[in-house]
């Protein structure tokens, strides 16, 4: 539990909207199948950062722990303009492939149904184009004041169904390094369903 000042309030007095609130660090990402544990999609200790704001905006940025650096040159960079229109050679269409898998990452604004235990993230930008204007659904549950589980809901993968259980710790800029960021995992029943 983090440390509480006199004066502020205990989260569990405050709404689910103005929960959520703050900055929450990735702990761990799981894929089920067929409700069986089948992988980590960013490895078994991702990097993340996950935040919410009172006006109601969000991001989320997930990434592999282990990422190789890129051999090319960035051809944002102005010095390497002449390179922006040109194929890739195949080398650098792979590296591009892998940091492009290995990352995940969207804005927008969200809302909360409390009612139904569901915050929508209606995204405005994000690392994969099919997903811009689209709304992400997730369940979700505060285990405590500082632990948030998020729920993808089952979808079918060749007619079978898959689920993914996203664990976030809140954070504070004292807390944010990484080392910090408490990475104990929860109860399977908590994430198995």
């Avoid at 900055?23 to 490895?43: H, I």
């Avoid at 935040?51 to 190789?68: E, I, K, L, N």
């Avoid at 690392?127 to 204007?133: F, K, S």
Wanted: with cysteine.
């Amino acid at each position: 539990m983090a440390e509480r000042f006199i004066g502020e309030p205990i989260l569990a007095d405050l709404t689910d909207t103005e929960r959520f609130c703050g900055s929450w660090a990735l702990v761990s990402w799981e894929r089920f199948r067929d409700g069986a544990f089948l992988e980590y999609p960013l490895g078994s200790a991702p990097v993340g950062l996950l935040t919410y704001d009172p006006a109601g905006f969000m991001q989320v940025q997930m990434v592999a722990r282990a990422r190789s650096l890129p051999t090319f040159r960035n051809p944002r960079d102005a010095a390497h303009a002449s390179l922006r229109d040109q194929q890739p050679p195949p080398a650098q269409a792979l590296e591009l492939t892998r940091a492009y898998q290995s990352f995940a990452g969207y804005a927008g604004r969200f809302e909360v149904d409390e009612a139904s235990q569901v915050i929508r993230h209606h995204l405005w930008t994000g690392i994969d184009p099919r997903l811009v204007a689209a709304v992400q659904e997730r369940v979700y549950r505060f285990v405590d004041d500082d632990t948030l589980i998020l729920r993808i809901r089952p979808y079918p993968v060749e007619g079978v169904a898959h689920h993914d259980v996203i664990l976030w710790r809140r954070v504070t800029a004292a807390t944010l390094r990484d080392a910090d960021v408490d990475r104990r995992p929860i109860s399977g029943s908590d994430v198995a369903t």
